[in-house]
């Protein structure tokens, strides 16, 4: 065999030479390092991935960070304008009744009732009469031309004018002369019996009566 060809197989049964099996130790050790090699390429990966996934929420949230634009404070909600409550007045309630000085009758409840007004004094129209107290049956201090007369009055209604003047509507069961002789401002305003009883029983503390004067 020639020199060329010896040298030419003893260089390729080396190069395909099987290398001599490594000690334990060693092929655990290379193992370990294997081993950390490929834990720390995971949890690059990881670390990596978790940014991207932050960074692409960022900016789903927050668009005009990207576009460096500045996150402007949100405006103070708008409020309505506060309209200045204007105080209402109370309306004055409407009268129980009407007392018509010129036709001398009073209507109340669609009834009208006739009346005796010779001594009722002035009650201008448009005045209020405002009922104070009632009795069954009571002692009035009449004033006449030249005296004060004590007179029984059945179903005696007291009413007072806005001035504190009284005014005293009545049954006309006394005697005749006295209600004759009675001074034109005592105040009086005369009914029947009937129609007394029916006005004493149908007004209540509080109402009022107003004074017209029909043409």
């Known amino acids: 065999m020639s020199d060329e060809l010896t040298g030419a197989l003893r260089e390729l049964a080396a190069r395909y030479e099987t290398p001599p099996p490594l000690p334990a130790a060693e092929v655990r050790a290379r193992a370990r390092r294997r081993s950390r090699r490929r834990r720390a390429t995971l949890a690059l990966g990881t670390a990596a991935t978790a940014a991207c996934a932050v960074a692409v929420v960022t900016l789903a949230l927050h668009p005009d960070h990207a576009a460096g634009k500045r996150h402007r404070p949100g405006a103070p909600p708008a409020t ?17 009744g009407r007392l018509d000085v010129r036709l001398h009758t009073l209507t109340l409840a669609d009834r009208v009732l006739r009346v005796d007004l010779r001594a009722a004094g002035r009650l201008p129209p448009g ?10 049956g009571a002692v009035l201090p009449l004033k006449t031309r ?32 006295v209600l004759r002789s009675l001074s034109g401002d005592t105040g009086w305003v005369g009914l029947s019996a009937p129609d007394a009883e029916w006005l004493h029983d149908r007004l209540r503390d509080g109402d009022q009566i107003e004074t017209a004067a029909t043409r």
């Not at 001035?163 to 006309?172: F, I, K, Q, R, S």
Request: aromatic fraction near 6%.
């Open 80 to 96: 309505s304008p506060t309209t200045a409550r204007i105080p209402s007045t109370s309306a004055a309630p409407r009268p129980s």
């Open 127 to 136: 005045t209020r009469l405002t009922v104070v107290a009632r009795s069954a």
């Open 146 to 177: 030249t005296e004060v007369r004590q007179v029984k009055v059945p179903y005696l209604v007291e009413l007072r004018t806005p001035d504190g003047e009284h005014v005293y509507a009545g049954a006309l069961a006394f005697d005749a002369k």
